[in-house]
């Protein structure tokens, strides 16, 4: 491992937006993410104006990854978004290693809730700490069609 997240060797993070590649990560989002599957590039070009980004890179190409965004009031509450790595680049911890690094970024802001939502990728945020909500029952979700 290279750094203090816990990236393979080869591999860095950035909090930079101005690094984010919003083509790529568009292309990986709208055609292979569960969740945002034809997405419009429009609407990913707000979402990524609208929020904290966060990116690996590989270190010899400059290529990005894996991609993670933070929609985030900077005081008490953030929501994890559109965390992704790219197929050629999983199974090394990376996307792991993101997740990490986004919570210790976050960390200074002294936030009371980092909340995210899974279908699939609950073991990997259970090793950063996340947990199911307590009392599921205070939660609602207005759903606009």
């Known amino acids: ?59 010899v190409s400059g290529e990005q990854v894996a991609y993670a965004r933070v929609v985030t009031d900077k005081a008490l509450f953030a929501w994890l978004a559109d965390v992704y790595v790219e197929p050629s680049a999983r199974a090394k911890g990376i996307g792991t290693a993101l997740v990490g690094a986004v919570v210790e970024h976050l960390r200074p802001f002294g936030l009371r809730r980092l909340l995210l939502a899974t279908d699939d990728a609950h073991g990997v945020y259970a090793k950063l700490g996340f947990t199911p909500l307590h009392r599921p029952d205070q939660w609602m979700v207005h759903v606009f069609e």
Do not use: C
């Open 1 to 59: 491992m290279n750094d203090a997240y816990g990236l393979p060797e080869g591999y860095e993070f950035s909090a930079d937006r101005e690094r984010i590649d919003v083509e790529r990560v568009h292309g990986w989002l709208s055609t292979d993410a569960y969740w945002a599957k034809g997405r419009p590039r429009e609407k990913q070009e707000t979402a990524v104006a609208s929020s904290l980004n966060f990116g690996v890179y590989d270190t």
